[in-house]
């Protein structure tokens, strides 16, 4: 099998790339990433250990490069985790999630109906749902539910699904979607929730939280979200969407105040800061469709990830060291520092 991984160098492509190279010794990875600010090449210094993997430096939107790559490699498989992805960037600077975001995903799929490619796979997000009241557990998203996002990133991600199941329906590409919760474990950006208040705890530094950290996310292991995929191009039917989901909701407070627990630093590190303009207010999935079809569930329970995750922060010190120096301290700067 011949497997194309788009944005395999940043988080959750990454834990993939290394999830497939261990269980499939005879597959072919190839991992395609630009390695913008979030794509980092030495997430993958492991994988080059491997003969049966390759990595090209390239973009999704540039077709000639696509086209030439897939001409080459004869893929099986495509599984397109390459997106701009953070809420706050695309607020600053929608152009590029939609390049990169719908365009880029459109170049994949002419590039996987001109080459014959057997599974193309979507990895979206919850956000393309738009948010849940807090004062109603009793509902969950599902699948069949309409679209309601609420920022340019996860509208980026609404338009790329819809083009997705375009093409099946219109062209008959073999296509399926995932749409998965919050990501937390090793090899995240620092600018995510998790990571960045591990670092900043770990550097004794403050801890800014938007508005009251009341807003509730559903939180899922990286790992468990790779074994899911995983299912879903080998097993998973065509032209259908899965959800993904921890089934392990936490308002963004109570995940903060557990990483100072775990790290034994004082509440009196967090900062409340303004909040993010439109911030949805809780996301929730049914996982009861891929259960069912497929079986699976997530393994790994929040407490024991999270350990994992913090240990994997204060093991790998020299990867998150060169991160937050240069760009992204300018980043960081823009969005906490007059909130």
Wanted: charged content about 30%.
């Amino acid at each position: 099998m011949r497997i194309l991984v788009t944005g395999g160098a940043g988080f959750i492509g990454s834990n993939f790339i290394y999830y497939m190279l261990k269980k499939y010794p005879n597959y072919r990875i190839v991992c395609l990433d630009k390695l913008t600010y979030a794509g980092n090449l030495s997430t993958l210094r492991k994988a080059m250990e491997f003969e049966n993997f390759k990595f090209i430096k390239g973009d999704i939107a540039d077709r000639d490069l696509v086209y030439d790559l897939f001409e080459k490699e004869k893929f099986d498989i495509v599984i397109n985790f390459a997106a701009e992805s953070h809420v706050d960037r695309s607020i600053e600077e929608p152009e590029i999630f939609l390049k990169t975001n719908v365009i880029g995903t459109q170049v994949l799929m002419d590039a996987s109906r001109k080459f014959g490619v057997k599974r193309f796979h979507q990895v979206s997000t919850d956000e393309v749902y738009g948010d849940l009241p807090l004062d109603r557990p009793d509902l969950k998203f599902k699948e069949d539910d309409k679209l309601r996002p609420s920022s340019p990133y996860s509208a980026s991600k609404a338009a790329a699904d819809l083009l997705v199941l375009a093409y099946y329906r219109t062209y008959k590409l073999p296509v399926t979607i995932s749409r998965c919760s919050n990501n937390y474990g090793p090899y995240q950006f620092p600018e995510k929730l998790i990571p960045l208040m591990i670092i900043n705890a770990m550097n004794d530094k403050e801890l800014p939280v938007y508005g009251t950290g009341h807003n509730i996310r559903d939180w899922i292991y990286v790992t468990d979200h790779c074994e899911a995929i995983d299912l879903i191009i080998h097993k998973g039917r065509e032209g259908e969407i899965y959800n993904i989901g921890g089934n392990c909701e936490k308002r963004n407070i109570e995940v903060v105040k557990t990483i100072l627990k775990e790290l034994r630093k004082p509440e009196s590190l967090i900062k409340f800061v303004k909040d993010r303009p439109g911030h949805d207010l809780r996301y929730a999935l049914d996982t009861s469709k891929i259960e069912k079809e497929l079986g699976w569930k997530p393994k790994v329970k929040f407490d024991e990830g999270i350990k994992k995750t913090i240990k994997w922060y204060q093991t790998n010190k020299e990867w998150w060291e060169k991160i937050i120096s240069g760009e992204y301290m300018e980043y960081y700067e823009r969005m906490y520092g007059k909130r």
